[in-house]
């Protein structure tokens, strides 16, 4: 049997959380591994879904450099205790700590795990000194460094970090089962959420955050919106809301206040693509776009940025612009509205059957499982 500890920063709601997550799943129902989770914070959100597979979840609680020092001396006990054959760690601050702490312990296999594409050099940022240690410390304490896309590899590789030790994983993703839905199920959640049957619907999923470049998103709404007036464009995510004064403030001086629905942070994401005719993503910046990837699941097709692997992941089922290029987000929103239902069901389908090829969580499990036996004098 092996035996795993997975050390992350916390355990809420994102994509890194929700990865280990599916991965954790998939390997319950394969067997043959043994986990363990260490959050360095606490057990969030995530933690009593973890638990819930069967698998302990220990919180180390590390609220400040102040306990710093007392929480790392926990950790180390925690692994010394537990006796993995890896450690596999899950971003920057885990990757140091917990990669330390493995060694400490005398674990000869430690798996990074690295997710980001942007850092921030603001007043030398905690993050920018972060990666300059992790540059440094990735030549002599992971043994493989697994990044989410082939976009963040060439990010850290160009930023110092051992090449050698690196490969590509993307994230996987469990494929709803129910894709194929009736034209009633799709009224039904238009009406939930107070929208017309016969409304063109274009949705975004994503935090407010200035890399989802939400202003170039109305903007191409806007333009659209001049040839199609019946378009209704949704947006879902934390502080997308009639609260956020900026984002409603470019909502506002593109006249478009009848156009949009704001949503905020939902649960319900699938039932919402259901609503939805196209998903975009507007995106300046990106590693492996989870949402684009469940949107295809939902047999959307998507317009998307060329960034980070987002042209890679919709392949020929999508429409891929330049960023920061509301004119040609505009021009991808009506290639695919002049299709047809038709033509976009056909392009939905193939975008799903490339998430079932490339991206489900049974073919990205198989090659973590892969990359976890290949070196079985470490697994034994």
Known sequence: MVRIIHIIIGLNVGGAEMMLVRLLKYKSIT????????????VGKLGPTIEGMGIRVIAINITSILNLPFSFIKLIHIIKE?????????????????????????VKRV???????????????????????????????????????????????????????????????????????????????????????????????????????????????????????????????????????????????????????????RS?????????DIFCSSSKSEGFSNVVAEAMAMR??????????????????????PPEDYVALSEGFFELFSLGACGRLLRGSRARELIINGFSIDFIGSLYMKLYLSDEKHCA
């Open 31 to 42: 067997g043959g591994f043994e986990c363990m989770v260490v959050s360095l914070t606490d």
């Open 111 to 265: 798996i990074w795990n690295i997710r980001n594409t942007q850092i921030s050099h603001k007043n030398f940022s905690l993050s920018y000194f972060l990666v300059k240690l992790c540059a440094v410390f990735s030549y002599f304490l992971p043994t493989n460094i697994v990044c989410c896309a082939n976009s963040v590899l060439s990010f850290h590789v160009a930023r110092g970090f051992s090449r050698k030790k690196m490969l590509v994983i993307n994230n996987g993703y469990e494929l709803p089962k129910k894709y194929i839905f009736s034209n009633s199920e799709k009224i039904f959640s238009r009406e939930r959420i107070g929208i017309n049957r016969d409304d063109f619907i274009i949705g975004a999923v994503g935090r407010f955050d200035i890399l989802k470049d939400y202003k170039n998103f109305i903007l191409g709404a806007a333009e659209f919106a001049r040839v199609v007036p019946n378009t209704k464009f949704i947006l879902v995510g934390k502080d997308i809301n009639w609260n956020n004064y900026l984002l409603v403030n470019w909502i506002l001086e593109a006249n478009m206040s009848t156009n949009f629905i704001l949503l905020g942070e």
């Open 268 to 276: 319900d994401i699938n039932e919402l693509f259901l609503a939805m």
């Open 82 to 106: 537990y006796r993995p054959n890896i450690v596999q760690t899950w971003m920057y601050h885990s990757d140091l700590l917990g990669g330390i702490a493995a060694r400490i312990c005398g």
């Open 300 to 321: 959307l097709p998507c317009v998307v940025t060329n960034v980070g692997d987002s042209a890679l992941i919709v392949g020929d089922s999508g429409i891929v612009v």
